[in-house]
């Protein structure tokens, strides 16, 4: 028992540093977006829709990597998904052209598409019911703290050795990363061969999609965590640089805050969530505090990095609460089906960045590039998620209901 125990852990560190190094390679063209834009000779809206290809993969993938996880388990599926990801940064910084580095940032994405849902799916096969919304946080919290620290360093080492140097180094890390789960990823002893399990391999998939609750609370997960992937993942320096003043360190260390507090926010809202019992009402205040912040963030016309950087982490502190939607939803139905689960809400919340990242880009090609009425979508929807958020209803199967 004492070597499960130590065993669990360790499964659960290797599966929350391939979420750390899925979210660097994730918003890795963020920080060097003036350099790649001017190497690939692209606009503002074509480079919004080179970052997003990321997103094109990783967002329908996600439903199939939940079915392929709960069919076969981690340990199949956790070290090729790996290095696939770290093949596919190590292209992207050896691409001629936008078509290469297209690719090469499509292979980034499928790789990348097991890595929140296979953490997600290891806290939940290796630990109990009860830990679930804390553990979840603390995943998301080791993601966000070493891409906030990432982020600022690469920043700096951009400017100093260029981005393909820094780009060719993150897809070692990520070979790295491959070998040592390749010799240490396990399934729980309780896990079932797919061989043996006599469910419908769809079956998963119809309880999601016909439960239309679920459909809103992925709807409610993509308008919250929307600034995340547009500010915090793409578009955040360039904000702050152009209409605030910064430089691109002090802004990259601005943005970096988000990931700084939404890493604090994870874990206080999956404590608070499971020691009130319920989560709703997290969801619905933490989304409407949030769009407050944000806009205070992009609205005020301040060059103080200390104001900014104070209240982008208030920003992501308060985003914490999102990570609660994969709680609600999973707990619905019977812990069978909660990989699945996850994987779709994840899709949908996912989805809403192929939408966004482009778009926001366009409206600020279409203003000269003034970003100020392309940041308006960001409050527009946390306000949205905080509404629909009133329609929640918080429902536990016996199968998530601790000691049961």
């Known amino acids: ?30 920080l060097a977006n003036s350099e790649i834009a001017a190497r690939f000779q692209l606009n503002n809206a074509q480079f919004g829709t080179l970052a997003s290809i990321f997103f094109w993969i990783y967002a329908p993938m996600q439903l199939i990597v939940g ?29 001629g052209n936008a078509y290469i580095a297209g690719i090469g940032r499509f292979a980034t994405g499928l790789g990348a598409s097991f890595a929140f849902v296979g ?44 981005w393909q140097n820094v780009f060719w180094a993150t897809g070692i890390a990520g070979l790295v990363l491959f070998v040592i789960a390749l010799l240490f990823m396990r399934d729980p002893p309780e896990h079932v061969p797919a061989s043996k399990k006599t469910t419908s391999f769809i079956t998963p998939v119809r309880v999601a999609v016909r439960d239309p ?26 904000e702050l640089t152009k209409d605030h003043g910064l430089s691109p360190v002090h802004a990259e260390t601005a943005v970096s805050m988000i990931f700084w507090g939404l890493a604090a926010g994870s874990i206080a809202a999956g404590w608070l969530s499971d020691h009130l019992g319920h989560r709703k009402w997290i969801i619905v205040i933490g989304a409407f505090l949030t ?42 139905h019977t812990a069978d089906y909660s990989g699945t ?64």
């Open 1 to 30: 028992m004492r070597h499960h125990g130590n065993m669990k852990w360790l499964i659960l560190t290797i599966t929350a540093l391939f979420f750390l190094f899925e979210f660097v390679t994730r918003i890795e063209p963020s």
């Open 67 to 95: 079915l392929l996880l709960d069919r076969f388990g981690a340990r199949r599926l956790i070290p090729p998904a790996i290095l696939v990801c770290a093949g596919g940064v190590i292209l992207f910084a050896t691409a």
């Open 119 to 162: 953490s997600l799916y290891v806290v939940n096969h290796w630990f109990g019911a009860g830990r679930f919304a804390l553990l979840s946080g603390v995943v998301n919290a080791v993601g966000m703290l070493g891409t906030a620290i990432g982020a600022v360093a690469l920043t700096s080492v951009i400017a100093t050795s260029g």
């Open 213 to 238: 609750h679920i459909w809103l609370i992925a709807v409610i997960g993509t308008l919250y965590y929307m600034p995340i992937n547009v500010f915090g993942g793409l578009w955040g320096n360039a």
């Open 291 to 332: 769009s407050i912040s944000f806009t205070a963030a992009v609205y005020l016309p301040t060059s103080s990095v200390p104001l900014l950087s104070a209240l982008l982490f208030l920003s992501g502190f308060l985003g914490g609460g999102q990570m609660l939607t994969f709680s609600i939803a999973k707990e619905r």
């Open 341 to 404: 689960i996850i994987a779709f809400v994840n899709m949908i919340g996912i989805g809403g960045a192929l939408i966004f990242q482009p778009l926001v880009g366009a409206i600020v090609d279409l203003n000269n590039g003034d970003f100020a009425w392309a940041m308006l979508t960001m409050p527009a929807c946390l306000l949205s998620a905080a509404l629909l958020s009133l329609l929640l209803i918080d429902k536990r199967h016996p199968d998530h209901i601790p000691g049961r």
